[in-house]
C-alpha cells in the first residue's frame, strides 16, 4: 500500500509514546498506551480470532481468486469507484452500497477487483470475504468478522493511536470476542476511533470497507452449522445481525468509512435494505450493464487460450464442462480451465488426460464415478436403457450423487434420448484402462469385479433394486430387469459371499432365457473350486439349480459326467454340448435322431 506523507507533529505524537499502563493527556489529546507484555497478549488474542483467509489478499483465496477479465464490468466498476471516491459530494450521501444479483452474474469477481484496486490506492480499510464452500470454517460464521476487520484497521499507519486504542481494549474485556457483534463493534472500533479523532487528518486514511458473499454467512457459531447442514432461520439471524452492527457502524459521525456490503438478493437482505432508515445506494446485476459483451468479449479471450489443443474431442468437453449448472457459472468453469492448463506438459494426450482427471474429481467420491463409468461401458438393451442405474444405486437419487457433476462425460440419457447413461466418447476409456494416464484413478480389473461383484449380491439380497429397496417403493420394476439381472449375474456370483437356497429359488423364478440355467451352472463352479473341495457357494447354488432341473424335466449331468466336470471343469460353450439341458433341447435331439 502506498504511504502518505504526514505533518511531522502528528508523526512525533506517535514516537512520543511513553511505555508505561495508563492514559495522559498531552495538548488535550487523551493518549492510551499499554506496556509490551500486556500489549503482545492483548495483539495474540486479536490475531486468534481473525479470519486469515477471509482478507482480500489472503493465501486462501489464492491469486486465482475471482477478478474481472481485463475491459470487462467496466462500467459497474467506474461506478463503484466513483461512490467511492466522490460519494461525499453527492446532495445525499449515501454510506452503504449494496451490490446485489443473481447467482453466477460476477458479484465475488467485481468485489475482489474492487479490492485490489482499493488496495493499490491506499483506499481500502478492510475486507472480509465470507464463503460457504470454504474448507476453513471461519469464512462461514459471523462470529470473526469484526476481529478481522479491526485487524486490518489496526495495520494502517495513517490512522496513529488506533492500535494502542484496540490492544487496550481487548486487555480490558479479554473475553469480547465472545460478544455479540453490536458489542464488538461498539469495543473494537466505534469507541477507539472516537479516542483517535484528531490525532491524524482523515483525509489520509483509507476510505471503504468492502463485505463479499454475505448470502454465504452459515450462522453466529459452529453450533448453528449441523449434521445436516446450516437451518435457515440461523443463516438468516446472523446475516441479519451483521447488517443491523454495520448500519450502527455508518450512523456514527466517528466512523468515516463506506461499506460495500456484496450477495445475491436474499430475502432476509432485501428486506433489510427496504426498510433501512440508513441511505443505500442499491446496484444490481442485470442488462443495464451489458453483461452479453463482457461475457462475448471474456469468452473470446479464454478460448483464444485453450485453442491450441489440437484435439476436436477436448474442445466438446469443454463446451459441455461449460453448461454443467451444478459446478457453477461458465465464466467461473472457463476460469478454473484455463487454470488447469497451465498445469499442463509435453505429453501427447497431456491436456485431455488433465481434463478428464479434473473433471472426475468434481464428483464427490471420484473412484466410485469411475466404477460406475465401467459398468455403463457394458452392452444395454434398448428396451431397458436404466438396467445400469437399477443396479449401481444403492439409495435413491444415488446417480445425482455421483455423476452430476461429470455430465460433460456422462449423460444422463442414452443415444436415443432416454433415461439412461451414455458415455459421450471412447477416450475416456483410454483414459480410465491406462494406469500411467490415469493414475490413481485407474481402477484394475480385479477391483472393478469385485465392485460388481458386490453390487450384483446386494441386488440379489433385496430381490431387486437396491434403491426401490431403500426408498420402500411400492412400484414392481419391469419383468426384463430381472430376466436381464440374472443373466448377467453368471459372470457376476461372489464364491466367498455366503448364499442361501432362497438365493437360488429367487434366481431361478427370474431367470429368463433357459441357457441362463447352464451358464450359472458352469461358472459358479469354474470359478475357485478344486478338485477335491468345492467352495460353499458352489455348493449352494449347484444343489439348487439340480433339485429345480430335475424337478422340471432337464437333462442333468451322469455320475459320470459330474465326475469328469469335477477333475477337468466342463465348460459351457452351447446348449447342445452341456450336460446340463433344458427339456426342450432333449425333445429337439429325440426328433432329429427319429427323422435321420
Known sequence: MSRPTYPRHFCGAELNIVNVARDYHNRGIAITTINSDSGSRALDRLLGHVAHGAVHDSAERGPDAPKCHPETRVAVQKDIMGWIEHGERDDAPKRILWLSGPAGSGKTAIAGTIADECYKRGLLAASFFFSAFSGSMDRRLSKSLISTLVYSLTRHK???????????????????????????????????????????????????????????????????????????????????????????????????????????????????????????????????????SDIRLFLGAMFNDLRPSGQFIYAATVICFLDNPRLGSPQQLLTRLLEWRRLNDSRPFAPLDLLYDRILRTSPDPLLAVKWIHVVKGPRPRDLPLYSKYLLESYPEEAVHVLGTLQ???????????????????????????????????????????????????????????????????????????????????????????????????????????????????????????????????????????????????????????????FNKIPFYGQEMYPLQPPEVESAKRAFSNCT
Not at 194 to 219: F, H, K
Not at 418 to 425: D, L, N, S, T
Not at 481 to 492: G, V, W
Open 158 to 292: 495513517s490512522i496513529v493511536g488506533l492500535k494502542e486504542e484496540v490492544l487496550s481494549a481487548v486487555e480490558d474485556d479479554p473475553i469480547i470476542f465472545e460478544r455479540h457483534l453490536d458489542q464488538q463493534l461498539d469495543t473494537l472500533i466505534l469507541k477507539p476511533l472516537r479516542n483517535v479523532s484528531g490525532r491524524s487528518e482523515r483525509r489520509y486514511w483509507p476510505a471503504v470497507i468492502i463485505v463479499d458473499g454475505l448470502d454465504e454467512c452459515q450462522g453466529s457459531s459452529e453450533s448453528d452449522i449441523g449434521p445436516g447442514g446450516p437451518l435457515p432461520a440461523l443463516e438468516s439471524r446472523a446475516q441479519k445481525e451483521i447488517l443491523v452492527a454495520l448500519l450502527r457502524a455508518c450512523a456514527d459521525t466517528t466512523f468515516p468509512f463506506r461499506i460495500i456490503v456484496v450477495s445475491r438478493p436474499e430475502p432476509v437482505i432485501r428486506h433489510f435494505f427496504s426498510t433501512s432508515a440508513c441511505p443505500t445506494l442499491n446496484m444490481f446485476l442485470d442488462d443495464k450493464y451489458d453483461p452479453d
Open 408 to 566: 460433460s462425460l456422462v449423460s444422463p440419457v442414452d443415444e436415443n434420448g432416454e433415461p439412461g447413461f451414455h458415455v459421450y466418447h471412447k477416450s475416456l476409456y483410454d483414459f480410465l484402462d491406462d494406469p500411467q494416464r490415469s493414475s490413481d484413478l485407474h481402477v484394475n480389473e480385479e477391483s472393478f469385479h469385485h465392485f460388481a461383484r458386490d453390487r450384483y449380491y446386494q441386488t440379489l439380497q433385496d430381490r431387486g433394486p437396491q434403491s426401490q429397496a431403500a426408498d420402500h417403493s411400492t412400484d414392481p420394476p419391469p419383468l426384463g430387469l430381472f430376466h436381464l439381472f440374472c443373466f448377467h449375474m453368471a459372470q457376476y456370483v461372489d464364491p466367498y459371499c455366503k448364499y442361501t437356497s432362497g438365493d437360488v429359488e429367487w434366481w431361478l423364478h427370474h431367470f429368463g432365457p433357459a441357457l441362463t440355467i447352464p451358464m450359472m451352472f458352469s461358472s459358479i463352479h469354474k470359478l475357485l473350486c478344486k478338485w477335491y473341495c468345492c467352495l460353499p457357494a458352489c455348493g449352494v447354488w449347484r444343489k439348487g439349480i439340480l433339485r429345480h432341473c430335475s424337478k422340471h424335466g432337464w437333462r442333468v449331468p451322469t455320475r459320470k459326467e459330474a465326475l469328469h466336470d469335477r
